[in-house]
């Protein structure tokens, strides 16, 4: 269990990675234009930028592939525990990574009510984080035991 937190953790750190980079090169384009026009007072939008940027993220890539860049690093997927793992599922999940306090909040509400492997917008979405080898494992233990 705590090998699928960490790797959990680090996933996220590298998604973040790439999302600060991200954003760092969209500022950089939209920077020179804020300046030239004099109309500094709206610097204030990385902040939804930012939140927009982190949802469609992660929205896209496991709506669309099932892992963030940072999960598929990790060997990480998430899954519908029921139908097909599509876009409206991988939002919900992903709403408390707008900020860090939301996420902090998320994982100690799914502790505190319910698996200590799920985050609470994890059981609200109806999906899981697995590592593939976890399947494999109990596919051949179950497997054996058959035989």
Do not use: C, H
Request: glycine content about 6%; charged content about 20%.
């Amino acid at each position: 269990m705590q090998g699928l937190w960490g790797k959990r953790l680090v996933a996220l750190i590298i998604d973040m990675a790439i999302l600060t980079l991200l954003l760092w090169v969209i500022i950089a384009v939209i920077y020179p234009l804020i300046a030239l026009a004099n109309i500094f007072s709206i610097l204030s939008f990385w902040i939804i930028l930012a939140a927009v940027l982190i949802i469609g993220y992660f929205t896209y890539f496991e709506g669309k592939y099932g892992a963030s860049l940072g999960k598929d690093v990790m060997r990480l997927r998430v899954k519908a525990l029921q139908g097909n793992m599509g876009y409206r599922k991988a939002f919900i999940r992903n709403l408390s990574k707008i900020l860090w306090v939301p996420l902090i909040v998320d994982v100690i509400v799914g502790f505190a009510f319910g698996s200590p492997r799920d985050r609470y917008l994890n059981r609200l979405a109806k999906t899981e984080v697995f590592e593939p080898e976890e399947v494999e494992k109990s596919a051949i233990i179950v497997d054996k035991s058959a035989s």
